[in-house]
């Protein structure tokens, strides 16, 4: 039961180290959450809406409780995915054999025709995943790219673990065939997207 509950940790607090590790969907860090969990104090597994507790929702509702009111501030961080690729994971995610016959299956469209239903508006069910420019809104104090590799010395380090972080949680290979006219669009509609990824350093 364990194991099940820690595949679907989102926020986990680390009260001694004053740090905040934030789940920004899609952006492969489940294993690292279930790694971790036996060694925080806090893991934010429900209500549901709290499960991807976004940086402006931690601040309006959980930081007073938290960080006692200001007087223990705590840092957050985070882990941002290239935009095309992020994408590209929920697609292939969406694709699974589970959800197939669901509104939010994506087993009926290529790449292509799901980067443009994202693009939409209204977006269909099956490309509505969120933003991870909106989900870190208001800035973290580290922010680290997720594949750089930067994310998990630094917690060993400020946590002072040896971490070994296994594969888990991967999406189903699929095609990411992408034309250049909709990636320019996505650029082209979705600045904030890339502006976040590229101001992404090192934490």
């Known amino acids: 039961m364990a194991a099940k509950a820690a595949r679907r940790l989102a926020m986990l607090v680390f009260w001694k180290a004053r740090l905040v590790l934030l ?30 507790c976004t940086v ?3 601040r309006r509702e959980l930081a007073d409780f938290f960080e006692q ?3 223990r501030p705590m840092e957050l961080v985070a882990t941002v995915r290239e935009p095309v690729d992020w994408l590209g994971s929920w697609y292939r995610y969406r694709r699974r054999p589970a959800l197939d016959g669901q509104p939010n299956s994506t087993a009926h469209v290529d790449f292509d025709g799901f980067v443009k239903a994202y ?3 209204p977006q269909p069910d099956f490309a509505r995943v969120g933003a991870q ?3 870190l809104g208001g800035g973290v104090d580290h922010l680290f790219r997720h594949d750089d590799g930067g994310l998990v010395p630094f ?9 070994d972080v296994p594969r888990m949680n991967v999406s189903p ?3 990411l065939d992408l034309s250049p006219e909709t990636e320019a669009r996505l650029r082209r509609e979705r600045p904030e997207e890339f502006e976040v990824w590229d101001t992404a350093g090192r934490g």
């Open 56 to 58: 402006r929702k931690y």
């Open 173 to 175: 290979a699929g095609a």
């Open 23 to 52: 789940a920004v969907p899609k952006t492969g860090t489940t294993a690292l959450e279930a790694t971790l969990a036996p060694h925080a104090d806090a893991a934010i597994v429900n209500p549901p809406g709290l499960k991807h």
């Open 69 to 71: 009111k200001g007087r």
């Open 119 to 121: 693009l939409a508006d």
């Open 133 to 135: 420019a909106q989900f």
């Open 155 to 163: 917690l060993a380090e400020r946590l002072e673990l040896e971490i």
